[in-house]
Nanobody, 124 residues
C-alpha cells in the first residue's frame, strides 16, 4: 500500500524559505504522479504543485509559480517542495498526495493517497 509522510513545516517570516519533504512508500517509479496541496482554515484544499515520479514534467498553481519548486529523489523515495519568497497567504497545512497514473493532474479528486499534512505559517 501507499503511505506518505510530510515534514519540514514551521514558522517563517514573509520573504523567507522552507523546504517540505514527502517520503513515499509503496510508490513505484513511472507509475505514480505526486502532488502538493494546501488547505487554510475555512478554505478548500487547493492544488500547489505536481510531478510525475518517473519523469521531469512539473506543474504549478499560478499563485506559486516562480516561487515554489517541486523535485524528487528516486533513490530516497522522496519528493520535496522548495518554497521561496513566502507570503502570509501561503499559510496553510500542506499535504503530499499521490495517484496512480502517468498523466500530470491538478485535480484534487483524482489523488487517492494523502499524507497527514505539515503546518506552514508565514508571518507578516
Amino acid at each position: 500500500q501507499v503511505q506518505l509522510a510530510e515534514s519540514g513545516g514551521g514558522l517563517v517570516q514573509a520573504g523567507g524559505s522552507l523546504r517540505l519533504s514527502c517520503v513515499a512508500s509503496g510508490v513505484t517509479v513511472n507509475s505514480y504522479v505526486m502532488g502538493w496541496f494546501r488547505q487554510a482554515p475555512g478554505k478548500e484544499r487547493e492544488f500547489v504543485a505536481a510531478l510525475h515520479w518517473g519523469g521531469v514534467t512539473t506543474g504549478y498553481a499560478d499563485s506559486v509559480k516562480g516561487r515554489f519548486t517541486i523535485s524528487r529523489d528516486n533513490a530516497r523515495n522522496t519528493v520535496w517542495l522548495q518554497m521561496n519568497n513566502l507570503k502570509p497567504d501561503d499559510t496553510a497545512v500542506y499535504y503530499c498526495a499521490a495517484r496512480y497514473g502517468s498523466i500530470l493532474s491538478y485535480e484534487r479528486s483524482l489523488y487517492r493517497y494523502w499524507g497527514q499534512g505539515t503546518q506552514v505559517t508565514v508571518s507578516s
